[in-house]
């Protein structure tokens, strides 16, 4: 939802407002748009000019392992002002059988509006969303296998800071697609804001659901005129098939990206991993910090993609009590 302020004589530019921000199926295109240009917005301030969200206090509850997301959170957290109070589920009544919504409505009782969630379940958001007993803003860091929509917001603001459009680009999605939230959530939103997607990878981690965003191919058959290359990481944790350490073994001949593979990209093309990288599987140690990787924007670009977040979810929550008070 898109709301227009006014300053005075000033007609300022619309502020973002979420109530929760789980999905990019959740976001329309405009929404993302706004999204992305505040995230370049907020990245060309002076850190002194950053935009402050005072008395929000807000918990991340990370039931999976995580540097990026859990770490650009926290200084997104920190750069706006924040109060974040610590949550961690090694040491937390979860231990003793708690669940989520419990810990949620605890969480919500003792006065924190706003939680970001990584968890192994899919969808494990739509419970709390749903709970009319709920009224904690969600923002979900990763769920399963499912989405990752935050990642997906820094990733298309990369692309764009990189091209200032996405319209018919050749991106091709390439790696352990049937365990990746990052694939499924950026091949979502990529599709919708008119990039041409390829997906390619060993067939036994290949999704059927991916069809109708773009084609299945061999990356050897389009690496020439790729514009953007997104690796993808082989999820070794959540491969059951006794035959996946094979194709590891295989992977980065048959389907990473080689320095021979990477001799014949267009000079502008650039190459997108989420990271973490395995060095020698999806990419050969060389070309993580070569010249056309983008892998540290994409990081330095989430946090600030994830102040816009965190900014226009407490726009929504204020939105939210102003309608409250006149009712
Ligand atoms: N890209 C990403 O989600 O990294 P982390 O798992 O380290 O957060």
């Known amino acids: 939802m898109l709301t227009t302020i006014q300053a005075g004589n000033t007609i300022q530019q619309p502020k973002i407002c979420l109530d929760h921000f789980v999905s990019t199926e959740q976001l329309s295109t405009a ?10 917005e907020i ?63 605890t969480l919500q009782a003792l006065g924190i509006s706003t939680v970001v969630v990584r968890s192994s379940e ?19 860091g990763g769920d399963g296998s499912g989405q990752h929509p935050s990642q997906s917001l820094l990733d298309v603001t990369t692309i764009y800071e990189e091209f200032g459009f996405f319209k018919d680009l050749k991106i091709a999605i390439a790696g352990d ?19 041409k997607l390829y997906f390619c990878g060993p067939h036994e981690w290949y999704d059927s659901t991916y069809d109708r ?11 020439e005129f790729l514009d953007v290359l ?6 070794h944790e959540r491969h059951e098939d006794p035959r996946a350490e094979l194709l590891r073994e295989a992977y980065h001949y048959n389907y990473g990206l080689t320095l021979q593979r990477e001799d014949r990209m267009k ?16 990419i050969a ?28 979810i407490i726009h929504g929550q204020h939105e939210k009590e102003s309608i409250n008070a006149l009712s």
């Open 122 to 140: 899919e969808k494990y958001y739509e419970a709390l969303i749903n709970d009319p007993n709920l009224t904690v803003s969600v923002v979900n």
């Open 31 to 40: 929404l993302v748009e706004a999204l992305i240009h505040r995230t370049l």
């Open 285 to 312: 140690d060389e070309l993580v910090t070569c010249q056309r990787s983008r892998i540290y924007r994409q990081m330095e670009n989430g946090m600030f993609a994830r102040m816009a977040i965190l900014e226009a």
């Open 43 to 105: 990245k060309r301030m002076h850190p002194s000019q950053y935009p402050k969200v005072e008395h929000a206090l807000i918990s991340n509850l990370f039931f999976e392992p995580s540097t990026r997301t859990h770490l650009s959170f926290q200084v997104a957290q920190r750069h706006l002002g924040m109060e974040v109070i610590e949550f961690d589920p090694a040491t937390s009544s979860v231990k003793k059988g708690e669940t989520l919504s419990d810990t949620v409505l």
């Open 267 to 282: 000079s502008s093309a650039i190459i997108m991993h989420p990271a973490p990288v395995n060095r020698d599987v999806e």
């Open 213 to 223: 965003f773009g084609e299945y191919v061999e990356l050897n058959d389009v690496i």
């Open 230 to 235: 997104m690796l993808l990481r082989v999820q």
């Open 177 to 195: 697609l049937s365990h990746s939230r990052v694939a499924r959530s950026n091949a979502e939103l990529l599709y919708r804001l008119g990039a």
